[in-house]
């Protein structure tokens, strides 16, 4: 009989079957270990850089240089592969004397940060199909028209304010086929509205201002209604106005509605665009305070109901919570130095749009006030692409500067995600999916 021996080789070899047998082990626990919602953003990770690695790179051209004086161009906005991941597009300021202003990219799942553009940044919208950025940006002593893709490529200059003019503020249409802006002349002047055609590049102006009065871009309707507000010289606005570009030529400006409140009132459009929510308070000029209502304007009948009251609390801003119409977002901003005004109730609020059940989301802090997206009332301005998060500024009169949070609509605290010290500005631009 033989004996056995063990030879050096057969060592090593039951070693590396032993480290690969723990390997497994350890795997299979980390995976039970997961929940199934990681697991779920894992998958959507995964497959978000297999799309983004599988879309065909652009074929425009960066186009800088502006158009001649007076005239636009059209702009080339072809549809590009996007993800389903949430990510939040604003706009930062470190000096407000100083500048410049950056377009962060925040992606919510990797709480990670990116910066798209730089430069003198007046303003910032996203896109209804979530790939493309519009900015107001002042350069070479004008201000600018500009687009560009999420990823900072493609950028074009559609067009160039004169000399000495200044462009204000700017909204793109549901299907990207308009550009519509308010542009100050010259010193002293109210704003006149223009409408930019992106497909032929023609330029029209559409309402001129009076001395008194001016007119700005407020939201679309829809493809083919322009909702726009007057502009008056101490920075109220005193009516409504609509404006069909599906005629031609285009007819004058259409009232809808006048305030009675002019220092103290917003409105949010249905989805469908039958009905205007329209909320009004007390006060102005840093004074807010109740009585506020909410009312409903329905177009078809020119008919106005109010859905709700409120004695005490005064609302600043009304948006809508998600795509369904049934719930509005309100922002309780009680504001009155040296007053006995409440502000424990400041915050967010969901309110129905029946009237009948209004629950506060959010409470701000002592000295914090909470704001919407200014730039655009637009669905993606303030709340997620899936209609299930909202994002929200809040500033301070305590020489804390400006914070931006997130959080779920329906419940939780809500996660700030960035700050700035006293002296610059954060502004919200929209939801985007990447």
Known sequence: MHKLRWKPHCSII??????VLLGLIIEITIYVRVTPT???????????????????????TTLSSCPPEGQARSAAVAPLAHGQLPHILYLQTNDILNGPSSVIDFDVLHNDSSEITRGEIKKGLVSANGTWLLTLVHSNGHDEVRILHLDGKDEQTLYCSPNGAQLESVQW???????AWSLIPAIDRLPDLY????HSGQITRVAQATRDKGYQPG????????????SLKDGSSQALYVLDITKKPLPGLR?????????????????????????????????????????????????TEEIWHSNTMAITALRFAAKSDKQLLAIIGNSAPGMQVPTELNGLWMISTSGEDSTIAVTNRYGEYSTFADTSRDPWSNISRDGTMYVLRTSSNEGQGDKLYYGVLGGGIPAQFADIAEGGTLEMIGWTEE
């Open 14 to 19: 039951v070693a590396l079957m032993c480290i």
């Open 38 to 60: 990681q697991r779920s953003f894992a998958a959507q990770a995964d497959q978000q850089r297999t799309t983004k690695r599988s879309t065909p790179p652009s074929r425009h």
């Open 173 to 179: 249409s549901p299907d990207q086929s308009y550009i």
């Open 195 to 198: 409408l930019l055609n992106l």
């Open 219 to 230: 939201s679309w309707l829809n493809v083919g209604q322009l909702l726009v507000k007057d």
């Open 255 to 303: 009232q809808i509605f006048q305030p009675q409140t002019p220092q103290c009132w917003d409105y949010v459009a249905s989805g469908d665009g039958k009905t205007l929510y329209i909320s009004e308070c007390a006060g102005g000029n840093s004074i807010y305070r109740g009585p506020s209502t909410i009312s409903a304007l329905h177009l078809a009948s020119n008919k």
